[in-house]
């Protein structure tokens, strides 16, 4: 799909970015995590957990939902932890904003990795997609 977006340069990855990868979705490493202000010049400070990734990525944003996930699936709520934690980025259409689907980034553990569970671990209810991607 041709888009637009490609041509926004923005420093933290997009939706557009993951669906023209090859497979349309990103095999990731967490490198680090970072609270930062990921707020434009001209608007109010927003501080927001940033990953950064091994591969030659932009940094992701998530939100918070998208963060229980990534705990979900590094086992851990400690961020600090999360470097060398695999995920999988893809695009699942029915994200929302607002009351339209815009669709947006989701992420999921990688094929034949189990997803790690801390006893802690707030119950995050996640949607199972079968796809081709083959991790």
């Known amino acids: ?15 557009s970015d993951v669906e023209n990868s090859p497979h349309g979705a990103l095999l990731v490493t967490v490198k680090d995590v970072a609270e930062e202000n990921v707020a434009p010049e001209y608007k109010a400070e927003e501080i927001k957990y940033v990953i950064y990734f091994e591969e030659a990525y932009k940094p992701w944003t ?15 709520g400690n961020v600090d932890d999360w470097p060398g934690t695999k995920f999988v980025l893809f695009i699942d259409p029915d994200v929302k904003f ?14 034949n990795q189990p997803e790690q569970v801390d006893v802690q671990q707030v119950n995050v209810q996640t949607k199972v997609i079968e796809d081709d991607i083959p991790f």
Do not use: W
Request: proline share 5%; with cysteine; charged share 35%.
């Open 1 to 15: 799909m041709r888009s637009y977006d490609k041509h926004r340069n923005t420093k933290f990855i997009q939706k």
């Open 62 to 76: 998530p939100g918070i939902e998208t963060l229980e996930v990534v705990k979900q699936i590094a086992g851990t």
């Open 98 to 111: 607002g009351r339209k689907k815009v669709g947006g980034i989701r992420c999921r553990a990688p094929k």
